[in-house]
């Protein structure tokens, strides 16, 4: 694949659901690669077009582009690009090499798994970490399948001296994230992923997402600890919790992973209780809850909440939630059992 096509199909990916005219095409592969020019990106837009892989749709004077997922070699130049990126990546890292080689040996050694991407690399291997994210099949074992992921991760992250961090979705967990409407890590992830093994997999999956709804990446990745308190109480209200005496306001919509993440950041007790309530009246995903707690070392706080609250309301999601966090060795750090069982009587969430 030439530098062009690459850096054209690059940018489209990342952008997924943004209406990018040609203008802010070349801008962004600007700020990307250093280098762009708008007529060589204008004639390859043109070359690729008559190929059937991207559209060109007049919006006034400007043209929308967008990727062209009716065509059936879109999946397979897609995968052209990822290994493109791979190789690109590798030439600058090649200490990267070995790690890689020896994922690629453990996908090797079960079926479940369909790719693995890793999330914004460039950034990530300078911090001496690294992001994961695996699409698994969903099967009758993909508990247990992804309990033995979490363990080999964790003997790799030691004798590596890699922090890593593992997002691992089955493809039902996949497709509902991409298609919510919240911020969420899966939405942001793909916006800055390579995806080093079953590239074809991973694009197939997405394809199928964009034949029911329009899919919008964020490029923008949250911290936690700085969501404001108005996103903060805005998003508790929403999963059924709401302190007397705060006024409401509308904000930004994030995933209750995200809102439990954000209160496990802060010094606060009694804010603190509030997780026990929303997470037994909302559905959550214990994976995505699992690499939240992992990514923001809060593994030890959340499973202190979680052994209450599954002793006061067992369900399927707190019993698997555990399961994944035990894997991560966290000294549990103890919570007030009365003092939740109090509060959760005054939101009526038993």
Not at 69 to 96: G, P, S, V
Not at 189 to 201: M, N, V, W
Request: net charge neutral.
């Amino acid at each position: 694949m030439d530098a062009p096509t690459l850096r054209i199909l690059d940018t489209i990916s990342s952008n997924l659901g943004d209406s990018i005219s040609i203008n802010q095409l070349t801008e962004r592969i600007r700020e990307t690669y250093g280098t762009a020019h708008y007529a060589n990106i204008y004639h390859k837009l043109q070359k690729l077009k008559k190929e059937g892989l991207l559209s060109l749709d007049l919006i006034g004077r400007s043209s929308n582009i967008k990727l062209n997922f009716q065509n059936y070699l879109l999946i397979d130049t897609l995968a052209e690009m990822e290994i493109e990126k791979k190789k690109n990546f590798l030439a600058k890292r090649t200490d990267q090499i070995l790690f890689l080689t020896e994922i690629d040996k453990l996908l090797n050694e079960t079926e479940t798994i369909r790719s693995v991407s890793s999330i914004n690399p460039t950034k990530n291997i300078k911090l001496n970490k690294t992001e994961l994210l695996f699409l698994l099949r969903k099967t009758p074992e993909y508990h247990n399948e992804t309990l033995q992921l979490y363990k080999e991760m964790l003997k790799l992250q030691k004798k590596h001296n890699l922090k890593i961090n593992s997002l691992i979705l089955d493809r039902n967990d996949f497709h509902e994230q991409m298609k919510s409407d919240e911020i969420n890590p899966l939405r942001e992830a793909l916006s800055e992923t390579i995806t080093f093994f079953g590239p074809q997999a991973f694009w197939s999956e997405i394809k199928q997402v964009t034949e029911t709804t329009e899919i919008r990446n964020i490029k923008t990745e949250t911290k936690p600890a700085n969501i404001s308190n108005l996103d903060l109480t805005y998003n508790l209200y929403r999963f059924g919790y709401k302190e007397f005496g705060l006024q409401l306001a509308q904000g930004k919509t994030f995933c209750i992973e995200y809102i439990t993440t954000a209160i496990l950041l802060q010094d606060d007790a009694r804010l603190t209780e509030a997780i026990p309530i929303i997470l037994s009246k909302n559905s959550f995903k214990s994976n995505t809850l699992a690499f939240l707690t992992q990514k923001f070392e809060t593994t030890g706080k959340l499973m202190g909440l979680l052994k209450i609250l599954h002793t006061i309301k067992p369900t399927r999601e707190t019993a698997e939630t555990i399961d994944f966090l035990e894997t991560f060795n966290a000294e549990i750090i103890p919570a007030d059992e009365e003092s939740i069982l109090q509060k959760m009587r005054l939101y009526n969430a038993l």
